[in-house]
């Protein structure tokens, strides 16, 4: 199934997705309204309203290894960052590029959302917390994130993580491709069973210590190929089963 979140007619609306109809409904998870819209009629938005945005750097080898890292000793745990509600934007939207950067990238990922408070997951149950999957642009000022402290301006600045098109929520995330295109052309083309972290073991891992709340998202790691972003260029995002995530920088 489809969850997809719109504007129509002024307001916020979650629905699912059929064809190119969405089917209103009365919540993220809740019974359709008996409302329905063209999806030609309707501006999407973020699928998903988090209270925080967990990303994970440097989960791909090939990826380790063209920023110019080391990868003898492949990290032993996953390495986390944050990015806020703030951070979010809409697929089709425009990203104008940072007036205070002078090497903006760009990164694919698969993100996922997770449908209930989650705390000390397992193996056994950590699949269950997810709502849906869903693909991602991990928007990043590559000149800040090597000059600063933290990377919170880098990563974090207001729209750097569009989202969407939707959620996917019947999909085993085991053995994904990952692709970026950037004006038409292939820059990134991955699969997520290259992953060093999967999203199990990111989700074990990251509820020892955090409580992931319903709407969080998570971020996976991006595969390798990422590069510098022009004003106009048009990026595309596919996660295999999922769709297209398409931002424009301005």
Known sequence: MKIVRVEHQGAAHWGQLEDQ??????????????ESVALSAVRLLPPAEPSKIVCVGRNYLDHIREMGNATGNLPTEPGIFLKGPNALAEPGGTVEYPAWSDNFH??????????????DLTSGNALAAVLGYTCALD????????SDLQ?????????????????????????LRVQTRINGETRQDGLTSHMIFDVVQILVYLTRFVTLEAGDVVLTGTPEGVGPLQKGDRVEVEVQGIGVLETLIG
């Open 21 to 34: 109809t969405v089917y209103l409904t009365g919540g993220v998870t809740g019974a359709r309204t008996g």
């Open 106 to 119: 760009f990164e694919g990922e698969l993100a996922l959302v997770i449908g209930q408070q989650a705390r």
């Open 139 to 146: 928007l990043t000022a590559r000149d800040k994130q090597k």
């Open 151 to 175: 990377w919170f301006r880098a990563k974090a600045a207001d729209r750097f993580c569009p989202l969407g098109p939707w959620l996917e929520t019947q999909l085993d995330p085991a053995d």
